[in-house]
């Protein structure tokens, strides 16, 4: 059991270190914009970038509105598919793991093939580019966000509170914004922050619809050319990481741990 | 994926709606679920369509076989080659060392703080990576990185001059590993903890030791799992992108940087053949993933988590 142990203490070690290594390495790289001390000048030239803000809060206004129509399109149909249309459930389930089987760059190759001319040319226009980007999104984040949804359903009864809403003389629209959003926030809360934690660096898809407007590609443009800002950068981004996933753990404790595969690499 | 989609298959539902309902109703039925239709039709069918039926067309828009036979050309085979090397590998070595990281989290004894502590990590590092993930390896292995230097000024080892090189095979993989090992233990955690301690009893009592336990009963009930989590992780490196060009500026050879190439521009002079491409991956990953469900399968038997 003590030999047990130490190896088990051995292996963890290796793990953090693994994991610390190259966080620490970054953070001291990025201290070291001024010759000979350490200063935090990296971050504060990032911060006084005027395109720092304007791409991050880009990013984040696609990630909101990402969440807003996903939940808009996956709730009702989860919901709907339990109540009314069981056995559609497995072709629904089918779709939603389909995002799997397409990486990132195959599904942005293919919009793009489909959307920039044709009868619905969305790339044309500003707008028609960014809601491609959300539905590119949407796209990516489907896996999660019905396996969200689908668990936060299963743990309420979906039939019973329907039936008393109705009996009580609800419509649709009553019951699905009164009685199971709410019932379902644990769930939704964790498959948006997720989402997010996908979308604000996301760089595949951003790069070829919207170029630096995204700050997955801003953060690559400074990779370019100024090395201490990148390390700063590099930091932001895991510390906004680390808040998401952090906000995932504290809404979503109980539920089966979340993680995400084929998002954003 | 979630690790909830590894532990059992969903339950059917509800019952169905069991009274008949006039043929009217039912129709109505199907509009709740028309815009997730039409949305997966618009955003996922058709581009997937569109690459299909381009993978088989010439620039005059005939039907051709010759976009297939192209990708099976030296230049095209070597990408694909080096894509699939650096994803088994990951896969691998990612697969085996978050097992024992897990193994060691969750059975070696350890306080249950050092346990939920390695699952906020994992949850963390395996969704950093893309941009910022690369430059934190340049920061690290790069030739100024601080483990480089290190090495070289402490311990006499110049890993550059050694031939090594963050841009090359080895270091995108290490980079990889850095999103790779983490995943392994968020999805194996699970299964491990699902290892009864009576099967281990059981065991013992009828004499086995501790190697005869895992050789016996252990490995095989952990097996599938333990495969299909590597097919997972072996996708996860095969779609990756963005990690890769930022790290090696495109100057890798991966089937993934070749499609963003094409996209950008028509570099392979044969739009055909890019769709082509993309339908290769589509294929691999499909073959990929279907292994994965049959693995879930029959690990299913054993594990009821």
Partial sequence: MKTNKLWGWLWVGLGVLYFTLPLLATLEFSLRAQKGQLSLLAYQRVFQDPEFTRTLSFSLLMGVLTIVASLALIVPTAYWVRLRLPKLRPVVEFITLMPFVIPAIVLVFGLIRVYSGGPIPLTNTQMGTNLLLVAAYVVLALPYMYRSVDAGLTAIDVRTLTEAAQSLGAGWPTILLRVIFPNLRAALLSGAFLTLAIVIGEFTIASFLVGINAFGPYMSLIGQNKTYESSALAIISFALTWLFMGLLQFVGRGARGQSQVMGAR | ?305
């Fill in chain 2, 1 to 305: 994926m979630t690790s909830a989609s590894l532990q059992r298959p969903l339950d059917q539902g509800d019952a169905p709606a069991r009274l008949a309902r006039p043929a009217r109703r039912f129709s109505w039925a199907w509009l709740g679920v028309a815009p997730f239709f039409i949305f997966a039709f618009l955003f996922l069918f058709l581009p997937s369509l569109s690459l299909f039926i381009g993978s088989f067309q010439d620039p005059q828009g005939q039907f051709t076989l010759a976009n297939i036979a192209g990708l099976f050309t030296p230049s095209i085979r070597s990408a694909y080659w080096i894509t699939i090397r650096i994803s088994v590998f990951t896969a691998v070595a990612g697969g085996l060392f978050g097992f024992f990281v897990a193994y060691a989290g969750v059975l070696s004894g350890l306080p249950r703080w050092v346990r939920d502590g390695l699952m906020t990590f994992s949850g963390v590092a395996s969704n950093f990576a893309g941009v910022p993930l690369a430059f934190a390896f340049i920061a690290t292995l790069g030739r100024l990185g601080m483990v480089t230097v290190l090495l070289k000024e402490v311990v006499g080892i110049d890993l550059y001059a050694g031939g090594f090189s963050l841009y090359s095979f080895w270091g995108l993989s290490l980079t990889y590993l850095y999103f790779q090992f983490p995943l392994m233990v968020l999805i194996i955690t699970p299964a491990l903890e699902g290892l009864r301690r009576d099967w281990r009893e059981a065991a013992e009592n009828l004499g086995a030791t501790g190697w005869q336990y895992w050789r016996y009963v252990g490995l095989p009930i952990l097996l599938p799992s333990l495969l299909g989590a590597m097919i997972l992780l072996f996708g996860n490196a095969f779609g990756a992108y963005a990690t890769a060009l930022s790290l090696t500026g495109g100057l890798i050879n991966l089937v993934t940087i070749l499609i963003g190439a094409q996209i950008k521009g028509d570099v392979l002079h044969n739009v055909g053949l890019g769709n082509a491409l993309a339908l290769g991956m589509v294929v691999i990953m499909a073959i990929s993933m279907a292994g994965y469900y049959a693995l879930r399968r029959r690990s299913e038997r054993w594990m009821r988590l």
